[in-house]
């Protein structure tokens, strides 16, 4: 009896043995697939978010590279935009030589602005310009100078309106190459004109006389 139920456990355990050991195999397989499948995915995330900390790195420095152009490019612009030194002098020149004119106060027989300091303003070709125009105008063959025949000037001007358009002069700006510059001036709400500027002995001068319409008679127009 004892021998036939050994007999039967013995043959009970043969195929067990091996199906117990196939599962064993199994489940170990299974182990090292889950294993393998983290390991891998893992790394694969982490060089994914490597790649994309990578690109919105070069991202932002492509920004600040563009962003320091157009700063850049912004200060050039501004740069030509300001007038140069020698653009705020002439301009100074010019809006002197106005506000002169401003200064005026007597009725149209007369005159009372600083006409030599108007004179000083003026280049010798304007002033030559002008004393040849008081000399036409008047039909006095006398020794004119400057002073006179710009007093003369301005009353004519008074006289033809040409005056009160420029004691409303605004210099608008001065465009200057070298010795030479042009000024724009509006003349109360009349159109834009320009007059010519010229530097002599280091300081900016008017350029042409105003009788030529380079000044107040011309913007009076």
Do not use: H
């Not at 070709?125 to 000037?153: H, M, N, P, Y």
């Not at 608008?172 to 007059?195: H, Q």
């Amino acid at each position: 009896m004892i021998d036939t139920l050994s007999f039967m456990g013995n043959r009970g355990s043969g195929p067990r043995a091996p199906l117990a050991l196939l599962l064993a195999a199994a489940l170990a397989l299974g182990v090292m697939a889950c294993g393998g499948d983290d390991d891998g995915s893992g790394a694969g995330a982490g060089s994914s978010a490597e790649e994309v900390e990578a690109k919105q790195a070069e991202a932002d420095a492509e920004v600040r590279e563009r962003n320091e152009r157009v700063r850049e490019e912004f200060r050039e612009r501004q740069a030509a935009a300001a007038p140069s030194e020698e653009e705020q002098e002439a301009k100074r020149t010019a809006t002197g030589f106005y506000e002169i004119l401003g200064e005026e106060r007597g009725g149209g027989e007369e005159t009372t602005f600083d006409s030599a300091a108007f004179c000083e303003l003026m280049s010798e070709q304007a002033r030559e310009e002008t004393v040849a125009f008081a000399k036409q105008a008047s039909g006095e063959d006398k020794d004119w100078d400057c002073e006179a025949a710009i007093e003369l000037l301005v009353l004519r001007a008074k006289q033809t309106g040409g005056f009160k358009a420029a004691r409303q002069a605004k210099v608008l700006g001065v465009n200057a190459e070298g010795d030479r510059a042009t000024a724009t001036v509006r003349f109360g709400k009349g159109p834009a004109t320009s007059i010519s500027l010229v530097k002599e002995d280091g300081e900016w001068k008017l350029g042409s006389s105003l009788a030529g319409g380079g000044g107040s008679e011309g913007g009076g127009e």
